[in-house]
């Protein structure tokens, strides 16, 4: 059910709808006050909607977005908590988008907050009419805040669409030609990326045009080709004469946004090695050599074939059951390596791969036999240790 109340040019319309359908008809009268505007009076159609329990926080949150992309327009919510007390919440963004990013940054800012505007005509395809589109942007840089927010007549785009391709491409390509020209850029440096720049960035952008390309119909985005293009090339040129204005602004958001890339290759670096750590010690066949493991990881089934040299390691691979057998060699005949200088060279190096294997948690020194230390059953991976060798 919904009740719709209209005063303008000295008339009062009012019309009432039911079930997505008009009752009655129209009715006009004059109306001798000033005031001008919309009221709307809207139910939820039970027969429509499964769930009519909708949060205070969905009103509060749809008006302030309405507010920040509607300058000058109060918005009042009036929550009602009992028949004759009412919770009221009002929003007002006298400048629209600017003090909306300037409540967000608040002193946390390292840049001044630039507010942009321009207005261009063109059309999607040749064979599409020619449109009109109005764009405005305030952004500024901080090194503690980060916030990208698109709107479009006066909708919230969530995934943005156009305007986020249009940032991204703008940002990156001019950002990057300041830092070539100004020989910013280590030798070891690679080129920025967009997540350099947004770390550092809190950018609003409202855009209004007489047609409009959704990709789908939640309205979470549009994909309008001329918006795009035409934003891209605004914004890289207004990008362009800001860092030539305002020099020592420039250099700060290019010096942080070089941080933020070198920390981000660092910590990717950081990232990829302890990954390669981790599975490593996940994976006993890359910590030891010819190891073959099994596919179970229950220690209470696991068993592990002890064979000498690579040809008894062949025929045990395909014999054994590889779901809980697995198998590792040592180097030649057991008994002959007693009579070769076995103390100081292999012997330390067949126990350290077994103990690794086994998983007793064993430190050994290359000098000395007589180091082995620091034994832990607990951590046994095996719940039988078979030694398969000739008479």
């Given at each position: 059910?919904m009740?719709?109340e209209?005063?303008?040019?000295?008339?009062?319309?009012?019309?009432?709808?039911?079930?997505?359908?008009?009752?009655?008809e129209?009715?006009?009268?004059?109306?001798?006050?000033?005031?001008?505007?919309?009221?709307?009076?809207w139910?939820p159609?039970l027969?429509?909607?499964?769930?009519i329990?909708?949060?205070v926080?969905?009103f509060?949150?749809?008006l302030?977005?309405?507010?920040?992309?509607?300058?000058?327009?109060?918005?009042?919510?009036?929550?009602?908590?009992?028949?004759?007390?009412?919770?009221?919440?009002?929003?007002?963004y006298?400048n629209?988008?600017?003090?909306?990013?300037?409540?967000?940054c608040?002193e946390?800012?390292?840049?001044?907050i630039q507010?942009?505007?321009?207005?261009?005509?063109?059309?999607?395809?040749r064979?599409?009419?020619e449109y009109?589109?109005l764009?405005?942007c305030?952004?500024?840089?901080?090194?503690?805040?980060?916030?990208?927010?698109?709107?479009?007549?006066s909708?919230?785009?969530?995934?943005?669409?156009?305007?986020?391709?249009?940032?991204?491409?703008?940002?990156?390509s001019?950002?990057?030609?300041?830092?070539?020209?100004n020989n910013?850029y280590?030798?070891?440096?690679?080129?920025?990326?967009?997540?350099?720049?947004?770390?550092?960035?809190i950018?609003?952008i409202?855009?209004?045009?007489?047609?409009?390309?959704?990709?789908?119909?939640?309205?979470?985005a549009?994909?309008?080709k001329?918006?795009?293009?035409?934003?891209?090339?605004?914004?890289?040129?207004?990008?362009?004469?800001?860092?030539?204005?305002?020099?020592?602004?420039?250099d700060?958001?290019?010096?942080?946004?070089l941080?933020?890339?070198?920390?981000?290759?660092?910590?990717?670096?950081?990232?990829?090695?302890?990954?390669?750590?981790?599975?490593?010690?996940?994976?006993?066949s890359?910590?030891v050599e010819?190891?073959?493991?099994?596919?179970?990881k229950d220690?209470?089934?696991?068993?592990?074939?002890?064979?000498?040299?690579?040809?008894?390691l062949g025929?045990?691979k395909q014999?054994?059951?590889?779901?809980?057998?697995?198998?590792?060699?040592?180097?030649?005949?057991?008994?002959?390596?007693?009579k070769s200088e076995?103390?100081?060279?292999?012997?330390?190096?067949i126990?350290t791969?077994?103990?690794?294997?086994?998983?007793c948690?064993?430190?050994v020194?290359?000098?000395?036999?007589?180091?082995i230390?620091?034994?832990?059953?607990?951590?046994?991976?095996?719940?039988k240790?078979?030694?398969?060798?000739?008479?």
């Amino acid at each position: 059910y919904m009740e719709a109340e209209i005063h303008s040019g000295g008339y009062r319309y009012y019309l009432t709808f039911k079930h997505g359908e008009p009752v009655g008809e129209m009715i006009k009268e004059e109306y001798f006050k000033k005031d001008t505007g919309t009221r709307i009076k809207w139910r939820p159609d039970l027969k429509v909607f499964t769930e009519i329990d909708v949060p205070v926080s969905y009103f509060t949150e749809t008006l302030k977005r309405q507010s920040v992309v509607n300058s000058g327009i109060r918005f009042i919510f009036k929550n009602q908590l009992t028949e004759t007390k009412f919770e009221t919440t009002e929003f007002l963004y006298e400048n629209g988008i600017q003090d909306y990013v300037q409540e967000y940054c608040g002193e946390d800012a390292f840049t001044s907050i630039q507010v942009w505007h321009t207005e261009k005509r063109g059309r999607d395809r040749r064979d599409k009419p020619e449109y009109k589109v109005l764009i405005n942007c305030a952004l500024c840089f901080s090194n503690k805040k980060q916030l990208k927010e698109y709107y479009h007549n006066s909708s919230f785009l969530e995934y943005g669409g156009a305007p986020e391709k249009a940032v991204r491409s703008a940002f990156v390509s001019q950002t990057d030609s300041y830092l070539k020209q100004n020989n910013k850029y280590l030798k070891s440096d690679g080129k920025i990326s967009f997540q350099d720049i947004e770390d550092c960035l809190i950018l609003v952008i409202s855009s209004f045009s007489t047609q409009t390309s959704y990709e789908n119909q939640t309205k979470k985005a549009i994909n309008n080709k001329f918006i795009q293009e035409a934003m891209t090339e605004f914004l890289r040129h207004q990008l362009e004469v800001y860092f030539i204005e305002n020099r020592l602004e420039a250099d700060k958001v290019c010096e942080q946004v070089l941080i933020n890339m070198r920390s981000r290759v660092k910590a990717e670096s950081t990232r990829q090695n302890l990954k390669k750590v981790l599975a490593l010690s996940n994976d006993m066949s890359g910590r030891v050599e010819k190891f073959v493991d099994c596919r179970s990881k229950d220690s209470n089934e696991r068993e592990l074939f002890i064979v000498e040299g690579d040809s008894a390691l062949g025929a045990c691979k395909q014999a054994r059951d590889s779901s809980f057998q697995a198998v590792i060699p040592v180097r030649g005949k057991i008994f002959n390596c007693l009579k070769s200088e076995y103390d100081r060279i292999f012997k330390n190096e067949i126990i350290t791969d077994l103990l690794k294997v086994i998983g007793c948690g064993v430190e050994v020194s290359s000098k000395s036999n007589k180091d082995i230390s620091s034994f832990n059953l607990e951590n046994l991976r095996w719940s039988k240790i078979i030694i398969c060798t000739d008479a």
